[in-house]
């Protein structure tokens, strides 16, 4: 499975980066390849809010719509994602947020498979380059 991890020091508060990784119905005007999103529900219980929500990924004739449970945990500044329909096997993606002096220090993981094994290589490949 493709894997990835990023560490990046952004000069903006905690809050807003949170606020823009939860904002999922603006995907489509600054996440590439992003066509679409939809939110179906969003609720708040306790530190928490879970949403569950769809995206539309695509580039040229290739185009799928998968469906995600998204939690962010206010407490630990941590956004989970996991997938729960459409063409991925497995989706896995981690945000953690920490304030410092400089900005914000934003730490993401993602760990997914693509249920076509034709394109699951295809893109494993094009990590490894």
């Keep these: 499975m493709p894997k990835a991890s990023v560490k990046r020091l952004i000069e903006c508060k905690k809050d807003q980066l949170v606020d823009l990784v939860l904002d999922i119905e603006k995907y489509p005007e600054f996440v590439p390849f992003c066509l679409d999103s939809h939110v179906y529900e969003r609720n708040k219980e306790g530190n928490q809010i879970l949403i569950i929500a769809d995206?539309?990924?695509?580039?040229?004739?290739f185009k799928d719509t998968y469906k995600s449970d998204v939690k962010f945990d206010k407490e630990n500044s941590t956004i989970n994602v996991t997938n729960i329909g459409g063409p991925l096997n497995h989706l896995e993606n981690n945000w953690n947020f920490n304030e410092t002096k400089g900005?914000?220090?934003i730490s993401f993981d993602i760990d997914f498979e693509i249920e076509n094994?034709?394109?699951n290589d295809l893109k494993i490949r094009?990590?490894?380059d």
């Design 103 to 105: 900005g914000t220090e």
């Design 117 to 119: 094994k034709f394109l």
């Design 55 to 61: 995206l539309t990924i695509g580039k040229g004739p």
């Design 126 to 128: 094009m990590h490894m």
